[in-house]
T-cell receptor, first 115, second 113 residues
Framework: EAGVVQSPRYKIIEKKQPVAFWCNPI?????LYWYLQNLGQGPELLIR????????DSQLPKDRFSAERLKGVDSTLKIQPAELGDSAVYLC?????????????FGPGTRLTVL | GQQLNQSPQSMFIQEGEDVSMNCTSS?????WLWYKQDPGEGPVLLIA?????ELTSNGRLTAQFGITRKDSFLNISASIPSDVGIYFC?????????????FGTGTRLKVLA
C-alpha cells in the first residue's frame, strides 16, 4: 500500500514569490494534516481536515497561507507571498480518523528554501 | 501553552550501547507517542502509550508512560547504526479546545560504529 505522497520534495524560490505543495494521503484516510517543521524542531500543526472540511486551522497564518482539500482526498497548501522565515519542511500526514488510536502516517515532506 | 521538553538534545553513542532519553511536560498527557525521523523523511510512529505506568516494547525499543503522566521514557537496547535519527515524543493537546498533537524538540541520536 502506498504511503502519503508529497510533491515537490524540494523547492527553492525567491521571497515574495508564490509556492504550492501537494499531498495525496493514504487511500481511505479521512483526516489530513499539514505540519510545519523548522530546523531542529518538532512538527507543528498548521491545519487539519476531516474529509473536505478544515476543522482546525487556528495555527495557519491566514494572511499568506491557504489550503484546500476539494474532494476530500488530495490537498494543496499555498503560500503567497513567501517570506524568508517560511523556509522549513512542510509535512503532510493522514489518518483514518482523529484520536490517539488512529495513527498518523507522515509523508516525506517538502523542503522549502526562500532566498 | 503545553510544551514537551526532551533530553538529551543530542547524543553520540557506540554501537552496542544502550540509549535512554526522556520527555517531560508541565501538564498532564493522557497519551504518549514516540516517533523516529530519518533524514529527508517524515516521522514514523515507534510506540504508543495510553495508560500511566504502562511499559511497552517494540523490538529493541522500550517506552514507559510516567506515573505522574507528565513524563515518558524511551530506551533503545544494543544500538545499531540504523538507529541514527531524531526521536520525538508527542502527545495530544487538550488546551486549545481542538484535538492536535504537540511534538517535543527531539533527541538526535548518532551511533558510532
Amino acid at each position: 500500500e502506498a504511503g502519503v505522497v508529497q510533491s515537490p520534495r524540494y523547492k527553492i524560490i525567491e521571497k515574495k514569490q508564490p509556492v504550492a505543495f501537494w499531498c495525496n494521503p493514504i487511500s481511505g484516510h479521512n483526516t489530513l494534516y499539514w505540519y510545519l517543521q523548522n530546523l531542529g524542531q518538532g512538527p507543528e500543526l498548521l491545519i487539519r481536515y476531516e474529509n473536505e472540511e478544515a476543522v482546525d486551522d487556528s495555527q495557519l497564518p491566514k494572511d499568506r497561507f491557504s489550503a484546500e482539500r476539494l474532494k476530500g482526498v488530495d490537498s494543496t497548501l499555498k503560500i503567497q507571498p513567501a517570506e524568508l522565515g517560511d523556509s522549513a519542511v512542510y509535512l503532510c500526514a493522514s489518518s483514518l480518523g482523529i484520536g490517539s488510536y488512529n495513527e498518523q502516517f507522515f509523508g516525506p515532506g517538502t523542503r522549502l528554501t526562500v532566498l | 501553552g503545553q510544551q514537551l521538553n526532551q533530553s538529551p538534545q543530542s547524543m553520540f553513542i557506540q554501537e552496542g550501547e544502550d540509549v535512554s532519553m526522556n520527555c517531560t511536560s508541565s501538564s498532564i498527557f493522557n497519551t504518549w507517542l514516540w516517533y523516529k525521523q530519518d533524514p529527508g523523511e517524515g516521522p514514523v510512529l515507534l510506540i504508543a502509550l495510553y495508560k500511566a505506568g504502562e511499559l511497552t516494547s517494540n523490538g529493541r525499543l522500550t517506552a514507559q508512560f510516567g506515573i505522574t503522566r507528565k513524563d515518558s521514557f524511551l530506551n533503545i537496547s544494543a544500538s545499531i547504526p540504523s538507529d541514527v535519527g531524531i526521536y520525538f515524543c508527542a502527545g495530544p493537546s487538550t488546551t486549545s479546545g481542538t484535538y492536535k498533537y504537540i511534538f517535543g524538540t527531539g533527541t538526535r541520536l548518532k551511533v558510532l560504529a
